[in-house]
């Protein structure tokens, strides 16, 4: 099974901080890697699909990039409503895997 | 508006069976693949199973192969996961989630339902 490594676990940052979280797989996946945020108590909500492409209704602060191993998800201007933990998911192949989450927090 | 309501969890012993529904409405259930994933307390999330829109093609996770099987009514739009042999580490919040392609491109799972928990313990 392809093993997604996500980083950092957690981080602190405050309102209208740039926020950069990457993902790792070990094999290429292409493009084929999505990113999830999910709220205490929610279902996870899909973010980026393919890599860099912004799902409908998400905010353009949101943004995705990477090829092959290395991703990323950016946050250009972090808000209050973005406090969350952020997930990201292979498509490539099955097993589908999940990386283990960022939980970002308040500083 | 699309919706996913799952139903079916609860508190099971080890080694029970449970079955969870996951009804669809909204769109055309038939035209998607379906997915579960699982969030185990305090955890982080794990794919467990797909089935294809016509239900022909499944993958399971290893963890839950051989134990679990998804499974779907095209005809009453819903989703099902029958759980045998169940174990402490199954204990989790179920998530069913639809998957959509636009144009021969995966768009992700673009909508979830808002889970059951279910609770192996004796």
């Known amino acids: 099974a392809i093993q997604m490594t996500q980083s950092p676990s957690s981080l602190s940052a405050s309102v209208g901080d740039r926020v950069t979280i990457t993902c790792r797989a070990s094999q290429g996946i292409r493009n084929h890697l999505g990113w999830y945020q999910q709220k205490p108590g929610k279902a996870p909500k899909l973010l980026i699909y393919a890599a860099s492409s912004l799902q409908s209704g998400v905010p353009s602060r949101f943004s995705g990039s990477g090829s092959g191993t290395d991703f990323t998800l950016t946050i250009s201007s972090l808000q209050p409503e973005d406090f969350a933990t952020y997930y990201c998911l292979q498509d490539d192949n099955y097993p589908r895997t999940f990386g283990q989450g960022t939980k970002v927090e308040i500083k | 508006q699309v919706q996913l309501v799952e139903s079916g969890g609860g508190v099971v012993q080890p080694g029970r069976s449970l079955r969870l529904s996951c009804a669809a409405s909204?769109?055309?259930?038939?035209?998607?693949?379906m997915h579960w994933v699982r969030q185990a307390p305090g955890k982080g999330l794990e794919w467990v199973a797909v089935i294809s829109y016509d239900g022909n093609t499944k993958y399971y996770a290893d963890s839950v192969k051989g134990r679990f099987t998804m499974s779907r009514d095209n005809s009453r739009n819903t989703l099902y996961l029958q759980m045998n042999n169940l174990r402490g580490e199954d204990t989790a919040v179920y998530y069913c989630?639809?998957?959509?392609?636009?144009?021969?491109?995966?768009?992700?799972?673009?909508?979830w339902g808002q889970g059951t928990l279910v609770t192996v313990s004796s």
């Open positions: 909204g769109f055309t259930f038939s035209n998607y693949a």
């Open positions: 989630a639809r998957e959509t392609f636009i144009a021969a491109v995966l768009t992700g799972l673009d909508f």
